[in-house]
């Protein structure tokens, strides 16, 4: 699941609020397979 230039992650903790938005794509050879842990240290989640 590589990142694709303007998907939005969110935070699941209403009480946080982070918010990131994929600004560059990752190679299409990318194999990654996890979502992006927030500074409070839950998982990010796409938004829809």
Do not use: H, W
């Given at each position: 699941?590589?990142?694709?230039e303007?998907?939005?992650?969110r935070?699941?903790?209403?009480?946080?609020?982070?918010?990131?938005?994929?600004?560059?794509?990752a190679?299409?050879?990318?194999?990654?397979q996890?979502?992006?842990?927030c500074?409070?240290?839950?998982t990010?989640?796409?938004?829809?």
């Open positions: 699941m590589p990142f694709r303007g998907e939005v992650y935070c699941p903790d209403p009480a946080c609020g982070c918010e990131l938005t994929v600004t560059k794509a190679p299409p050879t990318c194999s990654g996890s979502n992006p842990s500074c409070c240290g839950k990010m989640t796409k938004a829809a």
